[in-house]
């Protein structure tokens, strides 16, 4: 097929803020997560499916199954789905500690 590009699974972006590697990011309605530290406006390989363990919102529990959103503003993931942006669904429960910080998310490729 001669219009085909790439598979598509890591997509080089510019990085819209300061990240590090494994740093969650979006740029316009693409979310990924850094494979390494860019500073802002930066070129940036960014994964958009798998599942990683990415920051959370404290004192929240999670489900599996869950559908997780990005906060732009907070830089982390939320069940919260007002003014935030669909990123995937949580594959494991976390608990509802303010330690509880990392939760692991299934990207959803199609955002």
């Known amino acids: 097929m001669k219009n085909y590009v790439q598979p598509g699974n ?3 972006l510019s990085a819209p803020y300061s990240v590090a590697s494994g740093d969650g990011l979006l740029v316009g309605a693409i979310f990924g997560v850094a494979s390494g530290a860019a500073a802002l406006g930066e070129p940036v390989e960014a994964a958009l499916v798998g599942v990683f363990d990415l920051t959370k ?7 599996a199954g869950a559908k997780v959103y990005w906060d732009n ?3 982390r993931c939320t069940t919260v789905a007002t003014d935030n942006t669909a990123v995937g ?4 429960a976390v608990a509802s500690g303010a330690s ?5 998310v299934r990207l959803n490729a199609s955002f």
Do not use: L
């Not at 919102?57 to 489900?63: E, H, N, P």
């Open 100 to 104: 509880d910080t990392i939760g692991r």
């Open 10 to 12: 890591t997509i080089t």
């Open 57 to 63: 919102v404290g004192s929240q529990a999670w489900t």
């Open 73 to 75: 503003t907070n830089k």
């Open 89 to 92: 669904v949580a594959v494991e």
